[in-house]
């Protein structure tokens, strides 16, 4: 169905990728920021540079979750698109490098820099990983729907689905305690959509792009397209039209924010 690359961001830690990271310093002053032999990860938080050289990006932005959780006041609970690459998801549509954190209530002041704050009530869906304090995998893929729309939602969850990280039902509930709040619609739209038989981050991604531009389910590949079309949604839907696929009567309504 798809061809192309896909560019999506997966990664994770395991218990046994965590200790790869042991390099991190919390602390030491004044004379940890002068030592030529540490990168600065967070205000607070080095590593060493040869060990920084070595990681890749989605590594070094792991690195930097931990780092911020590591000099947060509290003990802060990892979330949204931070959460999906602890849990090792891919995902599409993280705005920036910015560490995403759920906090029970806005705090007086501003939030650190490169630091995302988002509110929610109750203490649903929690668990840990990677030594970390971080959403689980249900809450997490519905957070990424309603802040993100339902393709940041849909990729992730699919991918959850298929590797029986969570269930249908566990997503279910999460979306049953969002209630009427933000990005309910996205949430109840990704809970009928996902689908763990969905085999590539580019599929999920496409049937995401087909139900925004009101087109039916896929039976079978009718034509191709690549995974930048799929990111752009339109170019795929005027793929699919000239294939002689029809959009239904009426287009859902569009997520605010495109991916």
């Not at 993280?94 to 209530?105: K, N, Q, W």
């Not at 650190?112 to 809450?139: K, M, N, P, Y």
């Not at 995401?208 to 079978?220: N, S």
């Amino acid at each position: 169905m798809c061809q192309g690359a896909a560019t999506v961001r997966a990664g994770g830690w395991s218990e046994g990728a965590v200790g790869a990271t042991s390099g991190l310093v919390v602390g030491g002053g004044a004379a940890a920021a002068r030592d030529p032999g540490l990168v600065r990860v967070r205000r607070g938080a080095y590593v060493g540079r040869e060990h920084w050289d070595g990681l890749g990006g989605d590594e070094r932005y792991l690195l930097v979750v931990q780092a911020t959780a590591a000099v947060a006041v509290g003990r802060p609970l990892v979330s949204h698109w931070s959460a999906a690459a602890v849990w090792g998801l891919p995902t599409v549509g993280r705005p920036d490098e910015r560490v995403h954190l759920t906090v029970p209530a806005a705090p007086g002041g501003r939030s650190a820099r490169g630091v995302v704050r988002h509110t929610r009530a109750g203490a649903r869906g929690e668990d840990r990983a990677g030594g970390l304090r971080v959403t689980g995998v249900a809450r997490t893929v519905v957070d990424l729907a309603r802040v993100g729309g339902v393709a940041s939602g849909l990729v992730a969850a699919d991918a959850a689905l298929r590797a029986g990280m969570t269930s249908s039902d566990e997503i279910a509930r999460e979306v049953a305690a969002v209630g009427s709040g933000r990005g309910a619609l996205a949430a109840r739209t990704l809970a009928r959509l996902a689908d763990g038989a969905c085999e590539s981050p580019g599929e999920s991604l496409s049937r995401a792009r087909m139900h925004e531009h009101g087109l039916p389910a896929p039976v079978r590949a009718v034509a191709r397209w690549t995974w930048q079309d799929a990111m752009r949604g339109g170019p795929m839907a005027d793929t699919l039209h000239r294939a002689g696929v029809r959009p239904r009567a009426r287009p859902p309504h569009r997520p605010p924010l495109d991916c």
